[in-house]
């Protein structure tokens, strides 16, 4: 029996893919069960090379020898071709075997850790760790004309963006727990309350969506773009634009939609920045810096509760305010330190901070959560 | 008033486009419609506006039309129940209504609280969805 045609196989595709819930870009956790490795063997039938992950959809042999199709996912393109993989590295028609982790709603699904190709026994479509580019030497900090830090590009000079953060969850300094990357605690019950110091009502939630691994995530499940000191951790970075004329600059975020925030610098309160809006809270709130020695502080306030501001779902309220510094201390390196006041969901102030690595010559990678399938 | 408070409800659903506004902060933010069955006092259709200052739940059932306060709201956040207080008039006199439910549907944006009202009058299923 030859295996399904191109078009049949999207319609299998979109069956596969209608049995699972609308998660976009998402922890591998949020969907997968890591505890549970499966293995399948069968033809490539499709290659779908699109943000936030890439599928690959594959014929395997049902019990009754009837071709059942899956639905494999990886990482992103952009991971993927970091690693030197295209579009074209595994085609309709090879054989594939696939070792990964079942889905938790028991469809179709698997998350591959490792994928062969069936005759060569070649390995495909893996990720390598991805490193910070080295240093060729301590450089100082760029300056403007001015006199002050530049945190983006030099003026005429190549772009730029900052990225590898030392951190990836927003957890209180000082505070040792043991958090995956993305966010989730391996033991919630112990450490969530160290994370931060949270209100009962907002410990109880915290755990709530710990213990559902981060699904609910807006930010996974309806693309929404990470707001609040989320947008300096995620692994697509970010960029400044300064617009001296104008007195603001710029965060163009990586790992969104190509949103960007605004921070003004020419002493506007907070108040005001939206004309006929000004008690209107914000996605990314309203944000004035002003320059402190070497550092640029920003106090933002005015955050609606329509995201959640960290990776592992701490949750906010409108009463949030943050007060962010960054400062870059020579070339390659923004230090970032954030203090989080908000009455309604903290017991009391409290801060974090982490480093970032300055990417030079490249542009923000184009990931756009957009882009993937409903 | 019943065909008054279901107007409003009406314009309210209307005016939402059916959709839940987003909201990741404290779960009982918001506005939420639903029924208090056979309450013959202020008929079955109830609304209520609740927010949290950071210290304490406040809010009020029928804005606009019973103006009802409410008193002493809590909340469990170990299991997510709640308890609302608001004191009523009728034509027979002074009312306190009880309302003690539970949150469902958590992480959803229209979640639910599932439970029973009670007052001098009688008492009832209590279920409202956040809008």
């Not at chain 2, 229209?110 to 809008?131: A, C, D, E, L, Y």
């Amino acid at each position: 029996m030859k295996f399904v045609t191109g078009g049949l196989a999207a319609v299998l595709a979109i069956f596969v893919l209608a049995g699972a819930p609308g998660l976009a870009h998402h922890s591998v956790a949020a969907k997968f069960d890591e505890s549970k490795s499966m293995t399948i063997t069968g033809i490539v039938t499709n290659v779908d090379w699109r943000n936030p992950h890439v599928h690959v959809f594959v014929n395997v042999r049902g019990p009754k020898n009837e071709w059942v199709n899956w639905a494999v996912e990886l990482e992103s393109p952009i991971d993927l071709q970091e690693s030197g993989w295209n579009r074209e590295s595994v085609q309709p028609g090879d054989s594939v075997t696939v070792q990964g982790f079942t889905a938790r709603n028991g469809s179709r699904q698997v998350w591959s850790n490792r994928m062969t190709l069936t005759q060569t026994g070649r390995q495909v479509l893996n990720v390598k760790p991805s490193t910070p580019p080295a240093p060729l030497a301590k450089r100082p900090t760029p300056t403007g004309p001015d006199g002050k830090p530049r945190l983006g590009a030099l003026p005429g000079g190549v772009d730029g963006y900052w990225a590898f953060p030392s951190a990836t969850v927003l957890v209180e300094n000082g505070v040792k727990v043991d958090i995956r990357p993305d966010g989730l605690l391996r033991n919630p019950a112990a450490d969530a309350a160290k994370v931060a110091p949270l209100q009962p009502w907002a410990l109880s939630l915290y755990r709530q969506r710990q213990t559902r691994f981060l699904q609910d995530d807006p930010t996974f499940l309806n693309c929404k773009p990470p707001g609040g000191p989320r947008q300096f951790q995620q692994s697509h970075g970010f960029q400044f634009v300064e617009d001296p004329e104008r007195q603001r600059i710029f965060v163009l975020i990586g790992s969104g939609n190509r949103n960007f925030r605004i921070i003004y610098l020419d002493g506007r309160s907070h108040v005001g920045q939206v004309g006929g809006d000004d008690d209107n809270p914000l996605y990314y709130g309203r944000a004035v810096g002003k320059w402190d020695a070497q550092s640029l502080e920003v106090d933002t306030r005015g955050f609606n509760e329509d995201f959640w501001f960290t990776n592992g779902g701490l949750p906010h309220t409108d009463q949030l305010r943050l007060v962010e510094r960054f400062t870059r201390t020579d070339f390659d390196t923004l230090r970032y330190d954030v203090t989080i006041t908000d009455p309604g969901a903290y017991t009391r102030p409290w801060s974090s901070g982490w480093n970032l690595r300055w990417v030079g010559g490249a542009e923000l990678p184009a990931h756009f959560c957009q882009d993937n399938r409903p | 008033m019943r065909a008054l408070i279901s107007v409003l409800i009406l314009s309210f659903v209307c005016l939402a486009g059916g959709a839940a506004v987003a909201q990741e902060g404290h779960p009982l933010k918001g506005s939420w419609i639903g029924s208090w069955e056979k309450n013959q006092a202020h008929g079955d259709d109830v609304l209520l506006v609740l927010n949290w200052d950071g210290k304490a739940i406040s809010g009020m059932i029928n804005p606009g039309t019973d103006n009802m306060t409410l008193k002493n709201a809590t909340l469990d956040p170990d299991k997510w129940t709640v308890r609302f207080e608001a004191d009523a008039k009728d034509k027979q006199g002074a009312i306190t209504y009880v309302i003690e439910g539970k949150i469902e549907n958590l992480a959803m944006h229209n979640r639910t609280i599932v439970g029973t009202w009670k007052s001098q009058r009688g008492s009832g299923p209590f279920r409202i969805q956040r809008q």
